[in-house]
């Protein structure tokens, strides 16, 4: 079985065009190795499978939570799509493991990164809009998130993650518990913020969201998935 037909058989769609497929499982290093052209790998589809994710689960929210004011429903949406989950449904169905990198990347361990992981369920998400649709990609995002969307409108997701990551740190000898901003972009009326946290001095989780509040969360979740805790 080739690659492709893994990863259509992982994700549970075939491609019509399986050049986008190809593309999506393309990271910026090998392509920039392949062609001298990095701007061929997955981050365009990134980029648009982002905001397909968003859309999608924005619509959601917003059938299923009639109740709610902009804030809740933004920061609820970020817990489904932070980067923890979204890696963690990558490497939990395999797809992770069908990315093409380059050497260097391959050699550092990147394809274990979660930030990478992420933009790959992303990038997967853009092809298959453009390859099916609207209505293609949806499906797709409720196989793969449906779950985590009904935990976090139902209330069983954990809503205060940094206070269980400190629970289960302090039941388990006390080390020090430490969280960094480190980074932010996009414009000052919709911003993202990228976070670690970091117990004893080892990073155990990165995350990002729309205020540095949800940014920590995020990453608490990413520690308490690492502890084998669903957060």
């Known amino acids: 079985m080739s690659y492709l037909s893994r990863a259509e058989e992982i994700i549970g769609y075939s491609f019509r065009d399986r050049r986008l497929l190809n593309r999506a499982l393309t990271h910026s290093s090998r392509a920039n190795e392949s062609s001298g ?33 902009e804030g809740e429903l933004t920061k609820t949406r970020s817990y489904i799509v932070c980067e923890s989950s979204l ?31 992420a933009d790959l369920m992303e990038a997967v998400i853009g092809a298959v809009y453009l390859d099916g649709g609207q209505e293609a990609a949806r499906d797709l995002i409720f196989r793969l998130l449906g779950t985590s969307a009904d935990e976090a409108v139902s209330g069983r997701q954990i809503k205060d993650p940094k206070s269980k990551l400190q629970e289960l740190i302090q039941a388990g000898g006390g080390e020090d518990i430490r969280y960094e ?35 920590q969360a995020c990453a608490a979740r990413a520690a308490l998935a690492r502890l084998g805790i669903e957060g």
């Open 181 to 215: 901003i480190t980074g932010e972009s996009g414009p000052d009326h919709n911003k993202t913020f990228e976070a670690a946290v970091y117990v004893a001095g080892e990073e155990y989780g990165r995350g990002s969201g729309p205020s540095k509040q949800t940014a």
């Open 87 to 117: 890696a963690g449904i990558c490497k939990g169905i395999g797809l992770n493991e069908l990315l093409m990198l380059g050497k260097g990347a391959a050699q550092s361990g990147s394809a274990k990164r979660d930030s990478i992981a």
């Open 37 to 69: 052209r990095p701007g061929d790998g997955n981050e365009r589809l990134e980029f648009l499978g982002d905001a397909v994710l968003e859309l999608v689960m924005s619509e959601y929210l917003y059938e299923r939570l009639p109740e709610s004011p």
